[in-house]
Nanobody, 124 residues
Framework: VQLQASGGGLVQAGDSLRLSCAASGRTFSTYLMGWFRQAPGKERDFVAAIRWITGGTDYADSVKGRFTLSRDNVKNTVYLQMNSLKPEDTAVYYC??????????????????WGQGTQVTVSS
């Protein structure tokens, strides 16, 4: 499975961005797509996840009400719409996919495949 993330950039606080993650390869082996972010000097943290078939979603408390996930099953692409961005949202954002059905979605160890990351910078 190959994951290609895009859509990052430099914005001001309160602005919006939409990240995309396109999956290719053995995508039938995955059942959801997750997003994580990593700020300089900090650990990689869970942001959100969406299930391909049901569209069910999970969000970190820090982004609930501001970020929204959607997916296009035909294009094998997941979108992370980020609204009301804050300086603390500044990080490299990574999309990720698991290699098998599991019970967790919020840990780095739940995922086997990772995109290359896209930088999001929010200025105050």
């Amino acid at each position: 499975v190959q994951l290609q993330a895009s859509g990052g950039g430099l914005v001001q606080a309160g602005d919006s961005l939409r990240l995309s993650c396109a999956a290719s390869g053995r995508t039938f082996s995955t059942y959801l797509m997750g997003w994580f972010r990593q700020a300089p000097g900090k650990e990689r943290d869970f942001v959100a996840a969406i299930r391909w078939i049901t569209g069910g979603t999970d969000y970190a408390d820090s982004v609930k009400g501001r970020f929204t996930l959607s997916r296009d099953n035909v294009k094998n692409t997941v979108y992370l719409q980020m609204n009301s961005l804050k300086p603390e949202d500044t990080a490299v954002y990574y999309c990720a996919a698991p290699s098998r059905l599991g019970i967790g979605v919020k840990l780095v160890s739940d995922y086997a495949y990772w995109g290359q990351g896209t930088q999001v910078t929010v200025s105050s």
